[in-house]
């Protein structure tokens, strides 16, 4: 039986819309049907600029970008719908006056979407359309190719990264990228990505045992921690813990710089030596330990450098710290969501401990009150990540690669599952002390 076709209310002013599926009236057993639609001829890009716009969502997302949904003219090799249950990344260009459609069908299929859009923000699509961008370019007029007889409305004309494959995007806001001019599109590299070979992955069975015993976590926090705080710890600690990286992995991306001087370089092996020594990870290998079994991925190659371990304490001790911010805007931080400790709390019920509140803390406990301090030793590095999100840990050093096991200085990944983990570990051990109050989760 064919489903009925999807019935959307004509596009409108967006004054009472919040921007949610059922304002659009997208239903379960609706279908969208590409054969009403114009072929996307109304206004199309220039191909050297479509050529760097498709490289940028290439760069930040790790997916190739291949299928032109409404044939648009561009130079993508598969056209038409994808699909059914095909998760691969779409292009989207058509006559606007159809997007309400469009992008219906977008929210009910949850499609990673490249979008062609004029800036109608009274239109219904709008909101929802731009409330799922991760990226935002505003398009150049000289990258503009109108069909003959049409002409170029006043307003801006963007191109969006929108990702409907989850109720809310990865980063706070649309990330702008800035637009280079079309003869600066013109050297943007056309030789194809470069992918790793299979990696046999012997190295992950050679992954010592986590030492932190979830049965801690299950006594002393059913009733103190949030459940899914309480399973996530559970599941990270026997299975590794999820980056919730939002990105692919279909090609190698290398964002690494070589050493300046010969002492940066030995620095690095010393530190990537010391992981491996001491059951962090594994390395060094002549190729990239992914893809493989557990994690079919190509690696992302951050930007990696030494820096000084303690603030205060010159001691020479070093830290390996991973620029997982870099490239700004295309880097693995701009799409991974925050799930830090507050995200685990309703809105208002958790505070962070601040310098204000301590001091408040230590006037309130008043004169000759004892004070103390205490410092997990090497704390990133009790906490394993997942096998299936190994392309994101894999580093270069001097050309050989490594595979760090744990959580690693300059992810937000591994900020976040710090936070969530350490809150909870002190929440049981005030449970454990008999100390744990509701107050302990403000």
Partial sequence: MTP??????????????????????????SQFKRASFKNGKLLQVDEDAFRFIRHTFEEAYGFFLSRDVFRSGSSLATQGLPPKGSNEPVFINTNWEEYQEVVSWLIKARILAVVIA???????????????????LELRREWLRPRKGIQVPDCKILCLFADFRYAERASERPIRIPTPTTEQCRSIPTTPRPTAPQHPATFLSKKPAQHIKKEFFLKYGKDILPPKLLADIIRGLTHGFPTRYRGGGDFIRRYTVPPKTEEDKEKAREKAREMVEKGWGAGPFDTPPTPNPKCPKNPILTLAFTIPKHKWIDDGSLRLFFHKSHPRGLSVNSLTPRHDIKTYFPEGQFQYLTFAILVSMIAKAGPKTRLTQFDAKDAYKQLYIQDSDGNQQVFEVDGKFYADWCA????????DIYSAFGHAH???????????SKSLCR
């Fill in 4 to 29: 009925p076709e999807l019935t959307i209310p004509k596009s409108g002013n967006c004054k009472s819309f919040n921007g949610s599926a059922e304002d659009l009236n997208v239903k379960e057993c």
């Fill in 118 to 136: 004029p800036e109608w923000r009274d239109h219904l699509w709008f909101a929802p359309l731009l409330a799922a961008s991760t990226h935002l």
């Fill in 408 to 415: 690693c200085f300059g992810s937000l990944y591994g900020n």
């Fill in 426 to 436: 002190c929440m049981c051990l005030a449970s454990m002390a008999g100390t744990a």
